[in-house]
């Protein structure tokens, strides 16, 4: 029996791993669950699964969930609840699917404790993936990716020896404006770009899925995962989804990871390494499918995914302010205080004005998040 933290249990790979753990009651239990905000939910989940702890991250919330929840399920709040059950808490396996650089201090506190890590927080990678993945070597935690395409990647590495790699073959979807050309993209709408056509996910990987940033992070993240060199990472266009991720190897061959989209698959990937269960989530019937295409990424309409390349050449701290400027600007655009076009426009006036410091520990990532919010907010 495997005891699982999930971080994030209200958020859509919340949801879905829960989902994912009812399958397997006998092999998994639930030792704790955090959620942001959604105290109904988060309710909810504690009485159906019935784990020993809870953390509201949002404290002014902690007294109605309290109110809302009976029996024995010890409730914590606020970000110091979060670090207090990663740091101490009695469990297997930690969920992370928290979004944004919120997520990197917790997963630090369980890398230090040698957990396995089911990563679904792909900010951490980008922000600080030399400080995360220094920390799980000398921790001897492993890190498994729940992204589908890293969890794609990783299926293909089983058994393998990675200095075999030719090339990381990394599949998008295009996201809602795959076909639109770069002057439709300047009048598109919040709604427009919160309608996904092949994943329903939060809406901060929704909008960077439409502005492309989601693959940009994505090749950071298996730049950092993989330990390989920028060079050794393509993007290809695959609007059917189908294609999760492929890695050629220096002989020419190519090997993928294929299903119909669903997350739970990576999910229960992660959860089950290196088993795997029995499961009917997805029935993928390849005459129904008729056609799989690929195309090039067009990177002079999706800026954000030239910076992304751009900051990992620079490296240092680029990648956190990439990330930070990213985080504002999606807020910024979900409230409607800039347009989508903008949103690469901000991220770039960042990297701009803020120094980048060679020299990645914590303290200096931590500093450069705050120091770049508090830039990138004056931006519009
Ligand atoms: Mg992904």
């Not at 933290?5 to 239990?29: A, C, P, Q, Y």
């Not at 914590?76 to 650089?101: A, C, P, R």
């Not at 290809?236 to 061959?253: A, K, L, T, W, Y």
């Not at 090997?255 to 698959?265: H, I, R, V």
Request: proline share 4%.
């Amino acid at each position: 029996m495997k005891k699982v933290l999930l971080l994030g249990s209200t958020g859509s790979i919340g949801v879905n791993t829960l989902d994912v753990i009812r399958n397997f009651k006998d092999k998994f239990e639930v030792f704790a669950l955090t959620a942001n905000s959604n105290i109904r939910l988060l309710s909810e989940q504690i009485e159906e699964f019935n784990p020993k702890f809870a953390v509201i991250k949002n404290e002014d919330k902690f007294d109605d969930l309290k109110n809302l929840v009976s029996g024995n399920c010890k409730i914590l709040s606020g970000e110091q609840g979060l670090i207090e059950i990663t740091k101490n808490g009695d469990y297997d396996i930690l969920l992370s699917s928290l979004v944004g650089f919120a997520g990197l201090a917790p997963t630090i506190e369980s890398i230090k404790r040698g957990k396995r890590i089911a990563l679904a927080n792909k900010e951490t990678l980008v922000a600080a993936g030399a400080i995360v993945m220094n920390l799980a070597k000398k921790f001897n935690a492993e890190i498994l990716p729940v992204d589908s395409e890293h969890s794609a990647i990783f299926q293909c590495l089983v058994g393998e020896d990675v200095k075999n790699v030719e090339k990381l073959i990394i599949t998008a979807s295009g996201g809602p404006f795959r076909t639109l050309t770069l002057n439709d993209l300047h009048q598109v709408s919040v709604e427009q770009a919160l309608n996904h056509p092949n994943w329903n996910m939060g809406n901060k990987v929704t909008i960077d899925s439409a502005t492309m940033m989601n693959k940009g992070l994505e090749v950071i993240e298996a730049h950092w995962l993989f330990n390989l060199p920028k060079s050794k990472i393509d993007v290809v266009v695959h609007p059917q989804s189908i294609v999760h991720s492929m890695v050629e190897f220096v002989d020419g061959n190519i090997k993928a990871q294929l299903s119909l989209p669903d997350m739970k698959l990576p999910i229960q990937y992660a959860l089950t390494y290196p088993e795997r269960l029995k499961s009917n989530y997805v029935n993928t019937h390849f005459p129904s499918l008729k056609e799989l295409s690929f195309y090039e990424p067009n990177l002079e309409k999706f800026k954000c995914l030239q910076l992304a390349f751009d900051v990992m050449e620079q490296g240092g701290t680029a990648p956190c302010i990439l990330n930070a400027a990213n985080e504002i600007a999606v807020e910024k655009f979900l409230n409607k205080q800039i347009g989508f076009t903008q949103i690469a426009k901000l991220i770039e006036n960042s990297l701009n004005e803020i120094n980048i410091n060679p020299i990645v520990d914590f303290e200096t990532i931590l500093e450069c998040d705050r120091q770049t919010r508090e830039i990138s907010k004056r931006f519009n």
